[in-house]
């Protein structure tokens, strides 16, 4: 037996039909030439089925979004504008779900390398922290420069100045579970800086709530 006769022998016993056999075609049944191992139809049928997939494939790109067409959010089901085609959420949902996975990324590598994770952390916050607090507090500050808003005081500076809830609901963010500090400042940097807040050095806050408790004394 020479090599050809094996290897025919070895695909009959095992089921597998050897190139140039007799087979029929899977969707008419004409009797075909197996001329590929994945040859299943006749030159008709699989030109048919090629227009098929063709048609299905061209439908799917006619309903396709693109840049610049509405789509519903995956998440809150609202409508917006899509910027980019793999785009599946609006952009307050789509950087709420971001900022989970970072703190879910940032919670893991804590958990596997809690020492290189607090070296990093205070490093980021040596650097970072002075610039978010500038940027906040010159936005609510007078005449949206790094000053205190309490009239004819002139106090320019960072470590002297703190924001300051102007209707004094600073209590009810604080129940709501709204962090105040560095985090605060980037919860309203994400906000786009919402009404409310004003900057005031240290010595006017204390003022400010001397005032206040007066008129509820008196």
């Not at 800086?193 to 206040?212: A, D, V």
Request: contains cysteine.
């Amino acid at each position: 037996m020479n090599r050809a006769e094996y290897q025919r022998e070895w695909r009959r016993k095992r089921g597998i039909i050897s190139l140039g056999a007799e087979i029929l075609c899977s969707r008419c049944f004409v009797s075909i030439i197996k001329t590929s191992p994945k040859k299943e139809f006749c030159d008709s049928c699989a030109l048919f089925l090629k227009n098929e997939r063709e048609k299905i494939y061209w439908e799917k790109k006619k309903i396709h979004k693109g840049p610049g067409d509405k789509s519903s959010c995956v998440i809150c089901g609202g409508e917006f504008i899509i910027k980019s085609s793999s785009q599946k959420f609006c952009e307050p949902c789509g950087n709420e779900r971001t900022r989970e996975q970072q703190r879910t990324s940032s919670a893991r590598r804590y958990k596997n390398h809690p020492e290189e994770s607090r070296k990093y952390q205070r490093e980021w916050r040596r650097i970072n922290d002075p610039e978010i607090k500038t940027e906040v507090l010159t936005h609510y500050g007078k005449d949206g420069c790094l000053l205190c808003c309490w009239p004819d005081c002139e106090i320019s500076d960072l470590d002297m100045l703190s924001l300051d809830h102007i209707n004094n609901n600073g209590k009810e963010e604080r129940d709501r579970g709204l962090r105040g500090g560095c985090e605060g400042y980037k919860r309203l940097m994400r906000e786009n800086f919402p009404p409310g807040f004003q900057t005031l050095c240290f010595n006017h806050q204390f003022k400010k709530e001397f005032l206040r408790k007066r008129k509820v004394w008196i």
